[in-house]
């Protein structure tokens, strides 16, 4: 997995190159967490943000999923996708807490 920046992240959310799937949603279980997951189709890959008070990560990994292109999708996120970005939020997370302990 790849980290962005906020800069980098904000100048494609401006440039409106990425899919939202889900933005800022509350943790379960941290509640001072929250994450959003959104697709980069020029680069076919999965963004996860994890944004609090103490830290932001950003992290990006390519899909595996080729067909239907991500922009084709008229039904939001592929299951694939959807477990690729569990799966990336479960290490960031571990990441966030070594970071903020």
């Known amino acids: 997995m790849r980290y962005l920046t906020s800069d980098e992240f904000e100048t494609l959310k401006a440039a409106q190159q990425l899919i939202p799937y889900m933005e800022d949603v509350k ?15 020029q680069t076919n890959e999965i963004l996860v943000r994890l944004t609090s008070e103490k830290a932001t990560l950003i992290g990006a990994k390519p899909t595996e999923v080729l067909f239907p292109a991500m922009a084709d999708r008229v039904f939001g996120i592929d299951m694939a996708d959807e477990q690729l970005a569990e799966a990336m939020s479960l290490d960031m997370y571990a990441k966030y807490k070594q970071e903020t302990a």
Do not use: L
């Not at 279980?29 to 997951?37: A, F, M």
């Open 27 to 41: 943790d379960k279980e941290d509640p001072q967490v929250c994450w959003s997951v959104y697709g980069n189709p």
